[in-house]
Each structure stands twice: as C-alpha cells, then as structure tokens.
C-alpha cells in the first residue's frame, strides 16, 4: 500500500512539473510592462513625473463567453518623449521630426579620391524599423560606404572646473554592423570652429563611442591633451575593456553608452548603465599623460671596443689528436644479411603494359612517349627487388667538426645602453581633466552599415539629471523590448523549431530523470511481516512474541502449583530416605514433563489462535503487554 502511495505522489509531482511550467510561461506573457520597469529602476522615476499610469497600458478588455480563450495581448507602452532637468549643456531627443538644430557638413575629406572626398552620407529623422514605441524618433544614418558628417552647437560652453563631465546617447546597429563606427566628438572651442567644414581633422577635445571592423569591437574613450610645454596636441587613448563588448553589436537592440569623468582624474565607461571601464588619466592612458623625467642621450654612441659577450671559445683549447672529423655520420650495417628470396633482377617498378600512347601525343612537342611506371607485381611477395644495399646505421666513431669548449668571457662589460640625461621635454601635468573646452558635438562616420539609428544625446555635470534623462528616454525603450520578448518556454519552443534536434535534449533533460526516480522508488523490495510461526524458526529476538511467551510460561507456573494437591506436599522433615534418593532423578522427570506439557499447550494456543496473531503482532506493543500481565 505505502508503495503504491509513493509512485502515485511521483507521477503527481510530474503532472504538477509540467503544469508549472506552462504557468510560468502564461505568467510570464501577461507580467505587468511595470515590474519590468521596476527591475530596471524605471518605475520610481515614472511615479516621481506622475506619469506611471499614463505609459503603462496593459488592460486587457474581457473576453467573450463565446471567444475560446487565447494569449493575452503584450502590455503596451506609450512614448513620451524625455524632458531635461536640471543643469545640461545638450539635449536632443528628435522628436521634433526634423533637423532644424543641426548642420551637415558641405566639405570635402583631403588625400582621398574626389569620388569619395565629399560628406554626402544621408541623415534621416525617422522612427525606428523595429520600433517598441510608436512616435519614438531618432537621428538615422542612411547610406552604406559614404563619410557623413552632422554637427550641433551646444547650448552654451562646457568648462572643465569643478564638476564632472557626463555624456551619453543611445545607438542601435538595426541592420547590424561590418563595418564602420558610432561614436560621437566633442568639438573643441576654437575661434575659427566652422560646423559647414566639419570634417575628420577639425579638432575635438573627446572622442567616445562604439567602433566596429571585422572581429575587432571597440569602445573608443580618446581625448587630446595640449601639451603645456609646446602646445601641441597629442591623443591619448584609454585601455581597452575587459568586458566582452560583442553582444552589444550584434543583438540588434537599443544600447545606453555613458562616459564618465571626474575632476580628481578617474573615468568610467557604462553601457546601458553598468560599468564596462574604469580607470585613472594619469596611469590608464596610452601613451601615458606626463613624459619620462630621464631620457637616453642620443649623442651617446658604443665605443668600439666594447665587449658584449658573455661566453667565449677557450683560447688554449687544443683539438685531440684522436679526433676525426672525416669520420661519416653513418656507417653500411656489416653484420646485415640479404633476405632470402631477394629477387636481384627484378627492378622495383616496370612499366603499365596496358598504358596506350594518348592519340593527340606529338613527340616533337611532348617527347618521345613513355608508358608509366606501376610497381612491379613479383615485388609484392619478394622481400625486395633490384640490387640490395647494406642498410645505413650510426657511425660509433662520428665525433663531427671539433669546437674549442666555451668559457666566461674575461673583458666581458655587459649589454651596452646610452647613458640616461634629463628629459628637455619633461613636464608634470597632474590635472589632465581640465581639458580644452568644447562647445558642439558632431557624428563624423564612415561605414558600411547602414540605417545606424542614433537617439537621445545629453551632456550635464549632474549624475542624477543623467540618469533620470537615461531612465525616461533609454528606460521606456527597455521596458518596451521586454514586454515584447517571449517568455522562456516560448524561446524554448522557438529555438526548438529552428533546430529540432533541440527536442532530444528537451527530453533527455526533464523525462528521464523523472523516470528514473519513479522506477527506483516503484521497483524495490515489498516488506512483508512475518507470520507468527515464522518465529518459531529463528532465534531472532522479536520484542512482541518474547513478551508473549513470558507471559504463556508465567501462566502455566500458576496452573501447575494449583493443580498440585495440598495434601500431597510433603515438607523436608517428612521425606523418607528411599525418596530422598530418588529425589535428583525425580526431579529431573518433572522438569521434562513440564517442558513438554507447556510446549504442548503453546502449540495448541497458537493453532486455535493463529489468525488472531497475525493481525495482534504488528500492533501489540510492550505497554499494553505489561498492562494485561497486570
């Protein structure tokens, strides 16, 4: 019965396995667009606007009765575009559907060809091809191998002092990406900054962005430093990311890149708002911010004796007189023996007696013609054919050319290096962030990709007015993906109809374990409780039957001093000698008599009562057995 039980409850926690995971998968497809919103730290932001229930449309009209039941519809998610607040320098989301604050390039690219020279790559305000959100728009690059170039003036100009610099914009590669970047510039604040003849030398205080060519993925973090001695301007790049930057180019969703840089130095580098790059200006820029205080004097030349070598051939070495240097390496084996059946007349290969001379052959041309050579049939039972040689093997006597042994060099002086001098063009700069003003931000890009969609530009010395401009205008494009994405088993299915043999693990994974569970438990032994004469047959201690045994004997002592007669006890004093020496034997009749009278009546007991037994066994307990002696 117990067994039974227990593979019914594991069939049932199968039933259950597999009704749990289509729940979860109903649950995931109607999970509010709001606990969406909330993992990602949106919804604090929407309520603070009070706009929570206004971009949150997720009601689901009834059904009729009449209507079989079906998925429900995917909560929608209402765009609104975002607002800034708080201190910014630039803020552009595109929703305004045109290009008014922004110029395109009219120049032309120099040392390339006239082809190509000129910045006619087309820009589109539009939304996006896959977009979650109606009415959401953005600023597209539209051709594919052209150089585009657009600009905007910020508002007013940023000044590296005492606050930090904070950009970030959103890109997404729809069409994917060969080749060809999406990074942003920070023209720097010259007196003769042109936007009309923005091209790829117009200079630029930061470069930042995603940048793509074959296997190679980027993610650009380039500033220029002036330096203060001279005046010139050098580039300095920040290390490359640890992270695994490829899903970031090829998932074909909307990304939040976030450059971050402090007036004590540090910088940090986030997409969609998670840390991928960190460091210091002053210790994780190459080439480093500040030059070597010492540098090698380059008037200084290795004088002509100077002696590099560590070792040299021992000048008093002489070679032995024993040594021969003619000696062959390898020597004909004298002790070999030519296999029997060696056939010495046959060559190795004859010629194709079934080869024809090809009808187009002209011996004038080609030569005279020559069957091919096949190898020949008698060789392949002989150990060999043609003329046997004695097999080669090492010369014992191969010493080879001789070379005096190598000693330390004596006039050894080391390894030659320029003495050190100060550096002319030393100079400490320990403040790298105070960097050269700017005061527009340009796409400057060539690529081979096209419909490159660009969205949401924002420029502030604020942390928190970035990351609420991030929240409501990245936040709402996260939330509307993943409302849109399927749930787990969904994906599962889906890849499974991609690629059936998908199904077999399916299988194996969830099926077999649960089949192996239930044999286990469904195929072992079945305790069974002994009959009661089955412990007349071991010498076992069983608790119950021990006790009642106890309990028959005690009962059958008082049975027989009752049916003993009062007169017939005799006490010691009356006892006659003949009975007293009869009295060991006597004895000892009566204790046999008595074994046998009680083993009698307990087979009699048990025969009458055997049923009783049975069912009595399993249930009598040692307190119940001590209150019946009782």
Excluded at 79 to 91: D, L, R, S, T, W
Excluded at 342 to 355: I, K, V
Excluded at 411 to 432: C, M, S, T
Aim: charged share 35%; with cysteine; net charge negative.
């Amino acid at each position: 019965m117990e067994l039974n039980v227990r593979c019914v409850v594991l069939l049932a926690v199968g039933l259950c396995s597999t009704l749990l995971l289509t729940t979860v998968a109903a649950h995931q497809e109607e999970e509010p667009i709001m606990e969406l919103a909330e993992d990602m730290g949106v919804e604090d932001e929407l309520e603070d606007l009070g706009l929570g229930e206004e971009l949150l449309d997720g009601e689901v009209e009834p059904e009729d009765a009449d209507t079989p039941p079906g998925p429900p519809p995917a909560p929608k998610v209402t765009y609104k575009a975002p607002e800034p607040m708080g201190e910014h320098f630039f803020a552009e989301s595109f929703d305004r559907g045109t290009l008014d604050s922004w110029v395109l390039s009219k120049a032309k690219k120099e040392d390339i060809d006239e082809d190509i020279a000129k910045y006619d790559g087309k820009w589109e305000v539009e939304d996006m091809k896959d977009s979650k959100l109606p009415g959401d728009k953005g600023l597209v690059l539209k051709s594919r191998a052209k150089h585009h170039a657009i600009s905007a003036q910020l508002l007013r100009p940023f000044i590296f002092d005492t606050k930090p610099l904070i950009v970030q914009y959103e890109v997404n590669f729809q069409q994917g990406i060969d080749c060809g970047g999406a990074y942003v510039k920070l023209l720097s604040q010259t007196p003769d900054l042109n936007l009309d003849e923005f091209v790829d030398k117009t200079p630029y205080t930061i470069m930042f962005g995603p940048d793509k060519c074959g296997e190679d993925y980027k993610l650009h973090f380039i500033f220029r430093h002036k330096n203060p001695k001279t005046g010139e301007y050098e580039e300095k790049h920040a290390k490359k990311p640890d992270a695994d930057l490829r899903t970031y180019y090829t998932d074909k969703k909307t990304h939040l890149y976030t450059l971050v840089v402090n007036p004590d130095n540090s910088f940090e580098v986030l997409v969609d708002q998670t840390v991928v790059n960190s460091g210091n200006l002053l210790t994780d820029m190459t080439p480093p911010i500040n030059p070597a205080a010492e540098i090698e004097d380059p008037d200084d030349h290795k004088p002509e004796d100077w002696d590099e070598r560590p070792k040299i051939q021992d000048p008093d070495a002489v070679k032995p007189e024993d040594w021969d240097e003619d000696a062959p390496k390898q020597i004909p084996d004298e002790d070999a023996v030519k296999p029997d059946g060696w056939l010495d007349d046959q060559p190795e290969y004859t010629s194709d007696p079934d080869a024809v001379k090809p009808e187009d052959w002209d011996e004038d041309m080609d030569g005279e013609w020559e069957a091919p050579q096949i190898p020949n049939a008698l060789c392949e039972t002989a150990p060999g054919c043609g003329a046997w040689q004695r097999p080669m093997i090492d010369n014992p006597n191969y010493k080879g050319k001789w070379k005096a042994p190598m000693i330390d060099n004596p006039n050894y002086q080391g390894v030659w290096k320029p003495r050190k001098i100060a550096n002319p063009d030393f100079f400490e700069d320990l403040h790298p962030f105070r960097m050269t003003p700017f005061n527009a931000v340009g796409l400057e890009l060539w690529s081979m990709s096209s419909d490159i969609f660009f969205d949401n530009f924002f420029i502030t010395n604020e942390r928190h007015t970035a990351e609420r401009w991030a929240n409501d205008g990245w936040g709402l494009k996260k939330a509307a993906e993943g409302a849109a994405e399927p749930g787990l088993v969904n994906q599962m299915m889906t890849a499974a109809d991609e690629r059936p043999w998908l199904w077999v693990v399916y299988v194996l994974t969830v099926a077999v374990p649960l089949i192996l569970i239930i044999v286990f438990f469904c195929t072992g032994k079945k305790a069974v409780a002994p009959a009661a004469a089955d412990y007349k047959k071991t010498d076992e201690p069983q608790p119950d039957v021990k006790e009642e045994e106890e309990e028959k004997a005690e009962e059958d002592q008082v049975k027989e001093e009752k049916s003993q007669p009062a007169a017939g006890k005799k006490s010691d004093a009356e006892d006659s000698p003949a009975e007293k020496e009869g009295e060991g034997e006597g004895e000892e009749e009566e204790e046999e008599e008595e074994e046998e009278a009680a083993v009698n009546e307990e087979e009699e007991e048990e025969a009458a009562t055997d049923q009783k037994q049975e069912d009595d066994v399993l249930r009598r307990s040692p307190r119940n057995t001590k209150g019946r002696k009782d």
